[in-house]
């Protein structure tokens, strides 16, 4: 079975911590069934019809064309560049043009040589996974990549039920999401490709039954498309506004919601260093993956006073060993529109560095915020860190786990560390449900409370700390014996999901 990287049997090896904690915690046999496998499993397909393409000729080819004529195409801005080199080729771009083509080629000058490839219906694998919903509609991000699998929506939807209930939110855990290379499509493109999910799924998802919300490669734009797709031809569609989450705030999305993942493991982050006296001024951090978390994170943390010392990403890493400009890094990357990739890669304001020096950078705290399974056991080897954020989902293989614990490097584990996300979904759907607007203030001063109040009762879970405090109780939760953090997160989610069980039972 492939893996979360296209491993082998990733969706047994995340459900290990499973089965470790439902032992401790002795789980009662019936529930652990209902738990181990998801609820639903649902893959479907969506076609759209694509757009003629420009696509970069290969360079063994250009000798063949170098004495074609140069096109003059006037309505530059018909040409949409796209992140892959390729452009779509909008038809308005031939009304004025002065085109030579020689066996599908065309020269543009300063633009290079392209072969057009036809558009026409193109077909994608689209995936739903509802793993569970015994304390509220399922919950989970939409991913848009090219190497998702059933294997790692499995894990990923498991891991939104029991984030869902460390971070006390009513809802249960989904994931889903489309099998594509979103940056090698126009956005008309991923629109349509947006909206045909949306009609596909229309009747298996709803406020009160799977909502969605923006992961890898999806943002608040589609989440606009799938509301739009979801609410068309309903009299009441703005009672439905909750079948989303992470909307743009001025259709129905909560304030701080864009920045709540980062703003999250900040809150972690404040609560590790509390306990261990230690101070995220001047802090040393580094940071994989620069998307909606991993920039988040990054700002907030150097409003805090911390370094951001190195970056890396899909297409390359950025070091700055006195610490990055992330005002003009933030900017490069999400708000330059040449910057099709939205990379840190040839960021003028550092210097470029291998990934694998990346993770050898003596800094206080390491911060995987891209995808699964990138702290293995060697790269944990490598790492001169005090601490692991896993602000991604499944950043760190087992193995990686044992060599954090045996090198002693703390770890704050995905399910409470990223779990500002779908704590502030959460109360975007509450607004959504009361019609209200709450402001940014309101909505972190709840987050924070959530997240450090729930972090600290993993943590007395994780040393057998058995203690009640104002804010919570933790002695119906340790287990007699001190544990690693990441089972102690999973016995509490798992203690809250059997409740349900044992008090209301299953239906038939
Ligand atoms: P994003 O698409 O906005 O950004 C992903 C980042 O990861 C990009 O910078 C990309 O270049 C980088 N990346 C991709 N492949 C990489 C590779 N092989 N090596 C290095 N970097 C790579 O995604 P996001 O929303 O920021 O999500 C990042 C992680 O956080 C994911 O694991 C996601 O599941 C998790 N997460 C996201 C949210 C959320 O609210 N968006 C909530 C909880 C967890």
Redesign the pocket.
């Known amino acids: 079975m492939a893996g979360r990287n296209g491993k082998k049997g990733f969706y047994e090896e995340s459900m290990e911590t499973f089965y470790r904690a439902a032992d401790l915690i002795r789980m009662d046999r019936r529930v652990r069934m209902e738990l181990e496998e998801p609820d639903f499993e649902h893959i479907f397909y969506v076609t759209i019809d694509t757009r003629d393409r420009l696509v970069p000729l290969p360079e063994e080819e250009l000798p063949r064309f170098v004495d074609l004529r140069p096109s003059g195409v006037k309505a530059g801005e018909a040409l949409e560049p796209l992140a892959d080199g390729a452009f779509i080729l909008h038809r308005r771009a031939l009304l004025s043009a002065d085109i030579t083509m020689r066996q599908g080629v065309i020269n543009i000058p300063g633009k290079g040589f392209f072969r057009l490839e036809p558009g026409g219906p193109r077909k994608f694998k689209a995936y739903r996974i509802q793993h569970n919903q015994v304390r509220g509609p399922y919950k989970g991000?939409i991913?848009y990549h090219k190497d998702v699998t059933l294997d790692l929506f499995k894990a990923?939807a498991a891991d939104m039920t029991w984030k869902t209930a460390i971070a006390e939110v009513p809802f249960g855990g989904a994931k889903g999401g489309i099998k594509i290379d979103p940056f090698a499509y126009s956005r008309e493109e991923i629109e349509h490709l947006s909206l045909r999910y949306v009609y596909k799924l229309k009747n298996l998802m709803g406020p009160f039954l799977d909502i969605p919300?923006?992961?890898?490669?999806t943002?608040g734009e589609i989440m606009a498309y799938m509301m739009r797709q979801y609410t068309d031809g309903e009299r009441q569609h703005h009672a439905m506004r909750g079948v989303v989450t992470?909307k743009d705030v001025r259709i129905g999305g909560s304030e701080g919601r864009s920045r709540?993942?980062g703003q999250g493991v900040v809150y972690c982050l404040e609560e590790w260093a509390r306990e261990k006296g230690f101070d995220l001024r001047g802090a040393r951090v580094i940071i994989?993956?620069?998307?909606?978390?991993?920039s988040a994170a990054a700002e907030i943390l150097d409003s805090l006073g911390a370094k951001i010392v190195a970056v890396?990403?899909?297409?390359g890493t950025v070091h700055r060993d006195g610490g990055l400009d992330v005002t003009a890094l933030m900017q490069y990357v999400h708000h330059d529109p040449r910057n099709l990739r939205?990379?840190v890669a040839g960021f003028p304001g550092g210097t470029p560095i291998s990934?694998s020096d990346f993770w050898g950078i003596d800094a206080d705290i390491c911060i995987p915020?891209?995808?699964?399974e990138?702290i293995d056991g060697p790269v944990a080897e490598r790492l001169k860190v005090k601490l692991v954020a896993e602000?991604?989902?499944g950043?760190t293989t087992l193995e990686g786990d044992r060599v954090l614990e045996a090198r002693g490097i703390d770890l704050i584990p995905?399910v409470i560390c990223?779990a500002g996300?779908?704590t502030v979904s959460y109360y975007e759907w509450l607004q959504n449900q009361r019609l209200e607007h709450w402001t940014e203030a309101e909505v972190n001063g709840r987050l924070e409370q959530a997240l450090k109040k729930n972090y600290a009762l993993i943590r007395d879970v994780a040393c057998d700390r058995a203690r009640r405090t104002v804010l919570y109780d933790s002695r119906s939760y340790c287990v007699g014996k001190p544990i690693h953090v990441r089972t102690a997160a999973k016995v509490v989610a798992l203690k809250r999901i059997e409740v349900h069980y044992v008090l209301e039972g299953f239906s038939q």
Not at 369 to 372: E, I, K, M, S
């Open positions: 991000g991913r990923l919300a923006p992961d890898v490669g943002n992470g709540a993942t994989q993956g620069f998307g909606n978390v991993g890396n990403d899909a297409h939205r990379s990934k915020a891209a995808l699964g990138e602000a991604a989902n950043p995905d990223n996300g779908v």
